[in-house]
């Protein structure tokens, strides 16, 4: 998302340069911290901090349970359905292709072949992206190698449903710009290549207070209402861009481009104006 966002920001007139690693201090009026962990190294925040506007720089850890307000303990004490993640955002997929071997990342077919090694294995799940996480009638039909994995969360399932469908309110913010979309879809994990449908809504006020309290300059929340109550299901920090394809997307290339626009412009919103 942020490519997008920078083609607006040089179509106003400003200079956009792109940092990889902190051995390089570039001067600047602002610099976005967008380092695609779901743990940001210190030093990254340290190197931004040399700034004089540093976006981000107190988001260091968005993992589930760092953030997640309803894990759910081996030890039970919830009887109702559970969703079963990845602790680490995007399924943990960052994180993997930075342990990748030379042979997966020179023979795609070396990755394809670990990863039903893994599946293979069973001992936990393998989540290749956020679509492989798993919902259960109760905590009782988790496997039990499961509930005790580092690299496995298990939370409360608690959907948004309306008329049969599942929804997720994918709030995207940038300084005082943000927009928010409503998806729907058949499957409980709601996915964009899974909606039929897509609406624009005003953000809740419970979610404007999970971004407040997440320090988050920029990024992406999704969540849903369930019972007037804001859940948060993720936070992005580094948030990825819809392609339209069709109808896939239930949204135009136009209204795309006027929502990033419209984001893009929250930059200014640091300058006083």
């Avoid at 020179?106 to 798993?134: K, M, N, Q």
């Avoid at 449908?197 to 979610?207: F, H, N």
Wanted: include cysteine.
């Amino acid at each position: 998302m942020v490519d997008h966002l920078a083609r607006y920001w040089r179509a106003d007139g400003h200079e956009v340069v792109y940092l990889f690693g902190t051995r390089r201090f570039v001067p600047a009026d602002l610099v976005l911290v967008h380092v695609n962990l779901s743990v940001v190294p210190k030093s990254y925040l340290e190197f931004a901090a040399r700034y004089p506007i540093a976006l981000n720089r107190h988001v260091r850890d968005i993992r589930k349970r760092a953030i997640s307000r309803h894990l759910v303990r081996p030890e039970g004490g919830w009887g109702g359905p559970v969703v079963v993640k990845s602790n680490l955002n995007y399924a943990g997929e960052p994180e993997r292709r930075m342990r990748r071997t030379w042979l997966e990342r020179r023979w795609p077919l070396a990755h394809r072949a670990r990863r039903r090694i893994d599946r293979a294995r069973g001992d936990a799940p393998v989540f290749w992206e956020s679509g492989d996480y798993a919902v259960f009638d109760s905590l009782d039909a988790v496997p039990a190698a499961w509930l005790v994995h580092p690299e496995v969360v298990v939370e409360k399932f608690r959907p948004e449903v309306e008329e049969g469908l599942y929804h997720c309110r994918v709030f995207q913010f940038l300084g005082d710009r943000s927009t928010c979309t409503r998806l729907a879809s058949p499957h409980p994990i709601v996915k964009m290549d899974r909606t039929v449908g897509a609406e624009a809504i005003e953000p809740d006020s419970g979610i404007l207070e999970w971004r407040e309290r997440l320090r988050m300059d920029y990024g992406k929340l999704d969540y849903g209402v369930v019972d007037g109550e804001v859940v948060l299901f993720d936070a992005n920090k580094t948030t990825g861009a819809a392609i339209p394809q069709g109808d896939s997307t239930h949204m135009s290339r136009q209204r795309l481009e006027s929502q990033r626009r419209h984001r893009a412009e929250g930059l200014y919103a640091y300058f006083g104006g």
